[in-house]
């Protein structure tokens, strides 16, 4: 790996893979495909643009041109852009299936043609659907609940096809949620951290009782950079941090570290389809010798402190927010 394409780069972990790479592999020269919509942000590399090997391309997945000149000059291929967001999939899944099918299918189409070494594509535990019982493995069915899991599910299976039609080198990776500097202040952690900051309740759905696994951002860059190096072609990888939490133990830590009360939770209308948990077994990363290195306390105490020190990052979001 010399020539590194990463899609979606400006967006929460494209910017903190791409920043991980270029600090520990100084030989390698990474171009970052990025359309720039709202959860795409420049400033989630400010510190890195200057740096001479990197370079940034604007443009949109699902143009085969702008997509082939960009991948003329890698040999391999992270794929992070996506529509993620589930509550906006279910006021519109369009631009999902648009974004997370088509434009896949576009870089794989292009790739297959210029004969890319390895395509990484990044996905999501909520393809599996929801469990009350175990982990996922997998191998499991994929039974997703919103437009958004569907679509990624769809992105996912397409890219397993071009693996076992065309023999193109693809490995895919599913992830569960990810906290962490740089993400877009409509997610979980990253709002309710800012509402409680700017002094305004947090929105909690239902009960709170939806449970997550949780994994800080740079333990799953490790593990896309880890599964790169040594992971089979047409295989799948689930990546998980091992910190399953309701999503009400998670608000009360939250304004634990910030020194809120109770008074500052909301219960809202629950959204539609919201599953009741996500769990993955991830034993099969583990058994090559992959292991997340953060603990969940101290991680997400560091991740409220970055947020608490840099409201020049996030203020400016939420005033133009969408």
């Known amino acids: 790996m010399h020539r590194l394409l990463v899609t979606g780069g400006c967006g929460f972990i494209g910017s903190n893979f791409i920043r991980l790479m270029l600090g520990k592999y100084p030989d390698l020269k990474i171009i970052n495909l990025d359309r720039l919509t709202y959860a795409g942000n420049p400033d989630n590399l400010k510190d890195v643009e200057d740096c001479p090997n990197y370079g940034f391309v604007k443009g949109d997945i699902c143009d085969a041109a702008v997509v082939r000149a960009a991948m003329k000059k890698a040999d391999t291929v992270v794929h992070f852009a996506a529509e993620s967001h589930v509550d906006r999939s279910i006021g519109d899944g369009s ?7 088509l434009g896949t299918n576009t870089l794989l189409q292009a790739a297959r043609e210029l004969g890319i070494r390895k395509f990484l594509h990044v996905s999501t535990d909520e393809v599996y659907g929801s469990t009350m ?34 023999g193109l080198p693809v490995v895919v990776t599913r992830c ?19 509402n409680l900051i700017q002094g305004l309740k947090v929105p909690v759905y239902g ?25 089979a072609d047409g295989e799948v990888y ?35 389809g919201h599953d009741l948990r996500y769990s993955l077994d991830c034993s099969k990363l583990k058994a090559m010798g992959w292991r997340p290195e953060h603990d969940f306390g101290d991680a997400l105490a560091m991740t409220v402190r970055w947020y608490v020190d840099n409201a020049w990052w996030w203020e400016k979001l939420k005033r133009s927010r969408p």
């Open 133 to 166: 019982n175990g982990s996922f493995v997998e191998t499991d069915n994929l039974r997703p609940s919103s437009p958004y899991s569907a679509s990624k599910a769809g992105s996912d299976l397409l890219a397993l096809s071009y693996h076992t039609t065309y």
């Open 176 to 194: 569960t949620n990810n906290y962490g500097p740089y993400q877009y202040p409509e997610k979980l952690i990253p709002l309710f951290v800012t």
């Open 95 to 101: 631009v999902f299936v648009r974004t997370n099918v």
């Open 207 to 231: 009960n709170g009782m939806n449970v997550r696994d949780w994994i800080y951002v740079l333990d799953h860059c490790k593990a896309i950079d880890f599964v790169l190096r040594n992971g």
């Open 238 to 272: 689930n990546i998980g941090g091992g910190a399953e939490r309701t999503n009400m133990e998670i608000t009360r830590a939250i304004m634990k570290l910030l020194g809120k009360g109770e008074h500052m939770i909301e219960y809202v209308r629950d959204r539609p």
